[in-house]
T-cell receptor, first 113, second 113 residues
């Protein structure tokens, strides 16, 4: 079985501040981990993915995430928030190619001036 | 490359009516998924197809939901009869065989009144 837990359903940061969105996973086999972003009334867009290569993964729009096996974590960060980053972010896990993704409940990121 | 196409974008129906959603995946993507995203929650897998065969439909409410994928390309998801709790966004996604992560469509927002 696999699952992800996203800590904090809402996160608010000032423009230019560090963004940190937390994700912890549970998996009985080595996981593959993903972060998706969802803008209002749109589908999910892949930000980045960890597939057992480098533990520090860089994605689009300046986001990155670090896989920490000892902490079972895959937190998403961005050094400087921009207003356009305001959206819903989902962490997800699967256990192999073309296998089902299990999503967390999401974190809504608000960026203020 | 064209994305995953879904239609309609929005649908409002009365409870006990029937409704159908259509998905056209990215050309060459063997695996197709239907996810249900209830407001405030992460997406949940309803059904997964590999070509035109069902891989996983364990979370599909089979008494009212049905899905098919003709000729391993387009797919249709049907609900009959609809209940109020079926109000959600229905997301279609596809992936290459052996690929990590998916490409999602923009979804169909269903409101059952």
């Amino acid at each position: 079985a696999q699952s992800v837990t996203q800590l904090g359903s809402h996160v608010s940061v000032s423009e230019g501040a560090l963004v940190l969105l937390r994700c912890n996973y549970s998996s009985s086999v080595p996981p593959y981990l993903f972060w998706y972003v969802q803008y209002p009334n749109q589908g999910l867009q892949l930000l980045l993915k960890y597939t057992s290569a480098a533990t520090l993964v860089k994605g689009i729009n300046g986001f990155e995430a670090e896989f920490k096996k000892s902490e079972t974590s895959f937190h998403l960060t961005k050094p400087s928030a921009h207003m356009s980053d305001a959206a819903e972010y989902f962490c997800a896990v699967n256990t192999g190619t073309a296998s089902k993704l299990t999503f967390g409940t999401g974190t809504r990121l608000q960026v203020t001036l | 490359e064209a994305g995953v196409a879904q239609s309609p974008r929005y649908k409002i129906i009365e409870k006990r009516q029937s409704v159908a959603f259509w998905c056209n995946p990215i050309s060459g993507h063997a695996t197709l998924y239907w996810y249900q995203q209830i407001l405030g929650q992460g997406p949940k897998l309803l059904i997964q197809f590999q070509n035109n065969g069902v891989v996983d439909d364990s979370q599909l409410p089979k008494d009212r939901f049905s899905a098919e994928r003709l000729k391993g390309v387009d797919s249709t998801l049907k609900i009959q009869p609809a209940k109020l709790e079926d109000s959600a966004v229905y997301l279609c996604a596809s992936s290459v065989q052996g690929g990590y992560g998916y490409t999602f469509g923009s979804g169909t927002r269903l409101t059952v009144v």
